[in-house]
């Protein structure tokens, strides 16, 4: 089974510029999450989606992020226009349908966007 | 808000070791989870172990186990018979129960040394 892939795995691009990130989770889970690591620091929540909706977006640091998950299938995060501040890692992580009860679903996590804007 | 602390920015250990990870956590909430996650240098990083808060008993995956102290509000992670393949930076996570974010200390980057 295929895990959670990334697209692409490195970007650079300049100040001010658009760039799109991808992010196919695992094939029939509903959760996706988006998560970024600044350059030293902890690796911070960004949105979750459950299927093609917004469960939570409290993370998102501004209006320059955009998520989306069409189909709620694969979800892209834009960042547009980028700034200093937006380079890091950014991480997808995907998990099944939670069950009712004291239960949660493990997170599965992508190897991650290295972004660098220069 | 809940935070999580791992106090040690980086460890290191010579193969076949026991290595102690240590994290600290703050929160008001009674029910919870706690994960122990590993990033090798590949970068994918996977779940090492997971906790529910309500269970006493201590989580043991193989080579690795927590203790998981509650009242102190502390989940550390060892490492028995460490292998080159522990070397990775691991990352102690929290979520509230019925919440699904994850909520990341600073990680800790442990190396294994021949």
């Known amino acids: 089974e295929a895990g959670v892939t990334q697209f692409p795995s490195h970007s650079v691009i300049e100040k001010g510029q658009t760039v799109t990130l991808r992010c196919d989770p695992i094939?029939?889970?509903?959760?996706l999450y988006w998560y970024r690591r600044v350059m030293g620091k902890e690796i911070k929540f960004l949105l979750h989606?459950?299927?093609?909706?917004?469960?939570?977006e409290s993370g998102m640091p501004n209006n320059r992020f955009l998520a989306e998950r069409t189909g709620g299938t694969y979800s892209t995060l834009k960042v547009q226009p980028a700034e200093l501040e937006d380079s890091g890692v950014y991480f997808c992580?995907?998990?099944?349908?939670?069950?009712?009860?004291?239960?949660?679903?493990?997170?599965?996590f992508g190897p991650g966007t290295r972004l660098t804007v220069l | 808000a809940q935070t999580v602390t791992q106090s040690q920015p980086e460890m290191s250990v010579q193969e076949a070791e026991t290595v102690t990870l240590s994290c600290t956590y703050d929160t008001s909430e009674n029910n919870y989870y706690l994960f122990w996650y590993k990033q090798p240098p590949s970068r994918q990083m996977i779940l090492v172990i997971r906790q529910e808060a309500y269970k006493q008993q201590n989580a043991t995956e193989n080579r690795f186990s927590v203790n998981f102290q509650k009242a102190a509000k502390s989940f550390s992670l060892k490492i028995s018979d460490s292998q080159l393949g522990d070397t990775a930076m691991y990352f102690c996570a929290f979520m509230t129960w019925g919440a699904q974010k994850l909520v990341f200390g600073q990680g800790t980057r442990l190396t294994i040394n021949p």
């Open positions: 989606f459950v299927k093609e909706s917004k469960q939570d």
């Open positions: 992580a995907s998990s099944q349908e939670v069950a009712g009860g004291r239960s949660t679903d493990t997170q599965y």
């Open positions: 094939s029939g889970h509903d959760n």
